[in-house]
C-alpha cells in the first residue's frame, strides 16, 4: 500500500466519523477520533523517518535477485581527500560505483566529478545543500535544488541524472511531489554501513554479515573511515562469490536522461 493510500484512508475514516457524530449529535462519538488521529500521526512520522520505508513515495531500494551481485553507493561527495582513495581503490579492484553528489560541493570541485564520471561510475544528485532542513522545504524549494544540480552535473559531465537520493533518506508528502514534477527516480538503499559512526571493527562486521544477493550498499566519500571499510570488506566479499556490478545494471534503469 502506498503512503497516499495510507494516508487517505486515515483522513476519509476520521471525516466519516465526523459526520456520523455531528449527524447523530453524539458528541461522545468524537472521542473515537483521537486514537484515530493518533495512528494516523503515528503512520504520517515514521513514514517519513527513512526511505526504506517506501511509505510516501517509492524508491528502488535493491534488486530482486538470488545472484551475489551487489551495487556500491557513495554519498555527499565529492570530498577532494576522500573522493580521490575512493577512486583508487574502486580502480585497485576494477569495480563500478555510484556516486550521489551535492551541487554546493560540485561547484567548488568540478574537475573531481569529471574524474568520477571518467573512471566510469554513475553520477546522481543529491541535492544542492544537503541542507538538514531539507525535508521541512517546500515542494518548490526541493525541486529547485533537484533541477539547479541536475544542471550542474550536466554543465561538468554533459549528462543529465535519472537518479535522486534525497538528503538523509528522508521523504514526506512535499518530497514526492517535487520528484514527480523534476521526473527523478528516487534512489534508496537495502543496506547502510554506518560508515559515519566511527567504530571500524564492527561497522565491517555487520557488513560481513548482512549482506545479502542485491543489495544496495550505501557508503560516504567523505569519510575517511570509508576507506579502511572498504578495504576490508571487498576482499571478503570476492572471497564469498559476491561481484560488485554498475547500480544500472543492477536495477536495469537507465541513470541518464536520454536527450
Ligand atoms: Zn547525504
Redo the contacts with the bound molecule.
Sequence with gaps: MTKYKVSNIGLLLSLILVVMAYLKYDYKALVLLVPLFAFYILLLVSGSSSIRFNFYLKSLKRAHTNKKIISLTF??GPDAVVTQQILQILKNYNIPAAF?C?GEKIEKNPDLLREVYGDGHIVGN??YS?SKIFDLRSTKNMVKEIEITNKIIEQTIGKKPTLF?P???VTNPLLAKAIKRTGVISMGWSLRSWDTNGKIDSVVERLRRKVHPGDIILF?DNRTNTVEILNRLLPYLFDNGYQVIALDKLLKINPYAED
Design positions: 554519498d555527499d550521489f551535492v543529491h541535492s544537503h537520493r538528503p538523509f533518506g560516504h
